[in-house]
Each structure stands twice: as C-alpha cells, then as structure tokens.
C-alpha cells in the first residue's frame, strides 16, 4: 500500500496525536532517501516492533560541509515511495528546507567528545547537522523507538548520547550493516560510483575483514595499519582519511580490543568518500 506522503509538521502531528491517544507504540525511521535495502532493514525492524510506522526522507543541508555534496546526493524520491510499498509504513514524512529550518532557525544540537574523532575531524558540523536535525526529528514524530544502522556507527553512538542527555523518551536501536554480495557496505553514495570505481570498492571491506582477523589473533592495530592503509590504496582508493580501532561506547581509540570494538574507516574512491566499519574481536 502507498504511505501517505505528509510534508508538514501540522499534518505529521495531526496524526501521531491520534495514535498517542490510542496508546500506539510509534517507530520511526530517519533517511536522506536514495533508499536501498541497508534503508529497508531498518523499516523491517520498525514494523516488526512498532504499531506505527514513520519513514522520514529530509537531505539535511545542515549536516553537509561542502555544497557539491549537497548538490549532488541523489534524490529519487519517487522510486522510494514504491520501494516502501510492500512495508505498509503509515507515513513518508518528507519536509523541506523551509519547514525544517523556518526563518531565523538559530539552534544546534552540539555532542562533544563523540564528534570530536573519526568523520567529525573531517567533516567539520557535520554531526552537529546530524544531531540537531535528528533531535527535532525525535521531537516531531513523538516515536518511541528510532532505527539506525551500524554502518554509520559513529552517527549511532551519537544518536544515543544525544537523545539520554536531552531526556528524549526514545530507544535507539542500531540495526546490522547490509551488504552487496562482495562485500560492499550498502550506500546511497555508491549511486556515484563509476562501473569502474564500483569494481575496486570491495577492496576496503576486504582489507578490513583482513585486519580484524590479524587483531584476533592478537597482532595488536599497531603492526598492521600503516601496510593496510597502503594496500587499500594500492587497490585503487585515492586516500584513507582514517582506518582505526576504536571502543564501542566512547569511541577510545585502542591498539588491542580488551573490550568490545569496532576497526572504522573512511576512504576517498574516485571523488567518493565511503565509510565501513565491522567488529573486531581480541
Ligand atoms: P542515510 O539515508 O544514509 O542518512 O541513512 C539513513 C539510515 O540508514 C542511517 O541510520 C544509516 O545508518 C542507515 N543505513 C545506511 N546504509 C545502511 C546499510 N548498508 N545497512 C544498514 N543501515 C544502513
């Protein structure tokens, strides 16, 4: 069934103010579109604990730091209003700009010690894009439950500190990454990828599963990232922004995982910057 698509806050709480009274239990499920089945996970997540459905599609100019980026994620939002169809989603809540952020919007949602690592160095405002634009989010749907996925960890964890230290009534649920067959961590950016970059992508999914191997069996990071870094190069990727070991919850960088981790990387690929990250074990 095709979701009504509401693109007003007035409208999106007309709705949910019904299922509150109803005791409804509410799921929501923020997106930048370009949906691919990493997207859809999170919505099958949603339907299997929710009552109610909310399938958000806003590209947040706040959270990016270069307006090429901006100008050129894609948009399709035609094709991923069908894709949901098969979910039965209760609303695709797509607003613009303008509603998002009216005139004299003069608020950020700014996480530290989370942001200050990883893609927070290199994309300078990006999570606190990310974080002011989820929290409203969070406020607007009144959900009681958000999925995100592990493929931006980082995100995630902020996602979580963000919503406990503003009192947000709301799970965070951090949903597995999907995959294509050959490793490649699902992306609306892959979109971008030349026939011929998207062949060389696997290579950095594959040196990662290489590495966390060696880390356990316990090769400490140390000995092994700078030949890695070179590899993933070698294997077509212009530049490894970063390829580290990081704790799970505070994001402190390790050299062996005494406790629970993940190796995160983010490297540029013919104009394309892609982010991976899997667990890793000691
Ligand atoms: P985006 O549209 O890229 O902002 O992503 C929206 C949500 O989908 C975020 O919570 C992402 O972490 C999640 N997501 C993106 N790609 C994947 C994937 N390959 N597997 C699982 N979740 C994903």
């Not at 997207?39 to 604990?49: E, F, G, I, N, R």
């Not at 608020?107 to 634009?133: E, K, N, Q, Y």
């Not at 500190?161 to 490793?183: F, N, S, W």
Request: hydrophobic content about 40%; overall charge negative.
């Amino acid at each position: 069934m095709t979701a009504p698509i509401l693109r007003t806050l007035g409208e999106l709480r007309a709705e949910t103010a019904k299922w509150q009274a109803a005791g409804e239990r509410i799921g929501v499920v923020p997106t930048m579109g370009a949906l691919h089945d990493g997207h859809l996970s999170l919505v099958d997540a949603a339907k299997k604990d929710c009552d109610r459905v909310i399938v958000t599609i806003f590209v947040n100019p706040m959270q990016f730091n270069n307006p090429d980026d901006l100008e050129n994620y894609p948009r399709t939002e035609h094709d991923d209003a069908r894709k949901l169809e098969r979910f039965n989603i209760d609303i695709l809540y797509v607003p613009d700009g303008p509603e998002m952020y009216p005139d004299g919007f003069a608020s950020t949602v700014t996480v530290s010690g989370l942001t200050d690592v990883l893609c927070g160095t290199h994309r300078p405002g990006h999570f606190d894009g990310v974080a002011t634009v989820v929290a409203k989010l969070f406020l607007q749907t009144s959900a009681n439950d958000a999925y995100f996925g592990e493929k931006d960890f980082q995100q995630l964890q902020i996602v979580r500190r963000m919503a406990r230290d503003l009192d947000i009534p709301i799970t965070v649920h951090g949903c597995t990454t999907i995959r294509e067959i050959d490793g490649l961590a699902m992306s609306s950016r892959n979109l971008l990828l030349s026939d011929r970059a998207r062949v060389k992508a696997p290579a950095l999914n594959e040196e990662m599963e290489r590495i966390a191997e060696e880390i356990a069996k316990g090769t400490p990071f140390s000995e092994l990232q700078d030949a890695a870094i070179r590899r993933i190069e070698n294997a077509g990727f212009t530049k490894v922004e970063y390829l580290e070991v990081r704790a799970n919850d505070d994001l402190e960088l390790l050299d062996t995982p005494t406790r629970p981790a993940r190796l995160l990387a983010a490297a540029w690929l013919a104009g394309v910057r892609l982010i991976d990250n899997i667990s890793v074990r000691d």
